[in-house]
């Protein structure tokens, strides 16, 4: 069965850094999302990508952030300038079709942990 | 309190028996989602119900929606020691885009 999969699986980062997290959705999916988990809390959205431009953010997603579908296969999220409070499992998503109604597949996520 | 609350927050059974767990949500939604999330990885889409749906199976799994009450509850039937986890629902707000928004999650233990 067909998977999300997500890169590196553990990323250590220095605060202040620059991170990127990459994520192949399955291939015929049209819908993309990042969402963040820290430890202990609630699955948080962060962005949704379509047509290769961004369709929803959260508040979470500040200038900090961006997204990219650099290629028809990958796509990555970028963190600028990381803090301390970044440090969370990141997970990417992916839906078949645009519209509602569609389960979302998810990666096993990238444990990103900034010192 | 916030969108998508699951009590209890954890529940622990012996194997065959059944787990309910249930999600309380608070704005109007077009979907409700449950997906289960092993220690360490990432979140399985277990099943979809709508918003004009009142019931839905799949195997051992029961879904019931009350969109009066705003309220989901999840059924595991002749739980196994694998269905160890933690339970997510997750809604799909309407007029909200895809974006799901979790709740806090049970966790299930299933004891031999």
């Known amino acids: 069965e067909p998977e999300v999969t997500q890169t590196p699986s553990h990323q250590v980062t220095q605060m202040g850094q620059e991170v990127i997290l990459r994520c192949v959705p399955i291939s015929n999916h049209l819908y993309f999302y990042w969402y963040r988990q820290i430890l202990g809390q609630k699955v948080e959205f962060l962005v949704s990508f379509y047509n290769n431009e961004i369709s929803e953010k959260s508040e979470i997603f500040d200038d900090q952030f961006s997204v990219e579908r650099p290629d028809g296969s990958n796509f990555t999220l970028k963190i600028r300038s990381t803090k301390l409070e970044d440090s969370a499992m990141y997970f990417c998503?992916?839906?078949?079709?645009?519209?509602?109604?569609?389960?979302?597949?998810f990666g096993d996520g990238t444990r990103l942990s900034i010192l | 309190s916030q969108q998508g609350e699951e009590d209890p927050q954890a529940l622990s059974i012996q194997e065959g028996e059944n787990a309910t767990m249930n999600c309380s949500y608070k704005t109007s939604i077009n979907n409700l989602q449950w997906y289960r999330q092993n220690s360490g990885r990432g979140l399985v889409h277990l099943i979809l119900i709508r918003s004009n749906e009142r019931e839905k199976h799949s195997g051992r799994l029961r879904v019931t929606l009350d969109t009066s009450k705003k309220s989901s509850s999840l059924l595991i039937t002749a739980s196994r020691a694998a269905d160890t986890a933690s339970y997510f629902c997750?809604?799909?707000?309407?007029?909200?885009?895809?974006?799901?928004?979790f709740g806090t999650g049970t966790q299930l233990k299933v004891e031999l």
């Open positions: 998503a992916s839906s078949p079709r645009a519209g509602g109604n569609q389960p979302q597949h």
């Open positions: 997750a809604t799909d707000a309407a007029g909200g885009g895809n974006k799901l928004t």
